[in-house]
């Protein structure tokens, strides 16, 4: 059974930083791509970031470039997003999701706020 498991979030002040894991089990992590989606409230879900299977081509969102990274550890089966320089407009529940997949984790909530 297909189970990604999201956490590291929390309240932030603007400017400052987390880092996201995401654990995958019940498939073979380390030959699919893997995303990071967010979604605020009234807003549709976008992606932020994806990382190949090797973690060789990364892409991000435009909105999120220079301050974001994603990684991963195919040995741990886990996913990160490191978000620096966070804004208010980052406010979101985080998800992680392996392309071509359909599952979706629990999410975990990002507010940046003072």
């Known amino acids: 059974q297909v189970q990604l498991v999201e956490s590291g979030g929390g309240l932030v002040q603007p400017g400052g930083s987390l880092r996201l894991s995401c654990a995958a089990a019940g498939f073979t992590f380390s030959t699919y791509a893997m995303s990071w989606y967010r979604q605020a409230p009234g807003k549709e879900r976008e992606l932020v970031a994806r990382?190949?299977?090797?973690?060789?081509?990364?892409i991000y969102a435009d909105s999120v470039k220079g301050r974001f990274t994603i990684s991963r550890d195919n040995a741990k089966s886990t996913v990160y997003l490191q978000m620096n320089s966070l804004k208010p407009e980052d406010t979101a529940v985080y998800y992680c999701k392996a392309v071509s997949m359909t599952y979706w984790g629990q999410g975990t909530q990002v507010t940046v706020s003072s």
């Open positions: 990382i190949t299977s090797t973690g060789g081509s990364i």
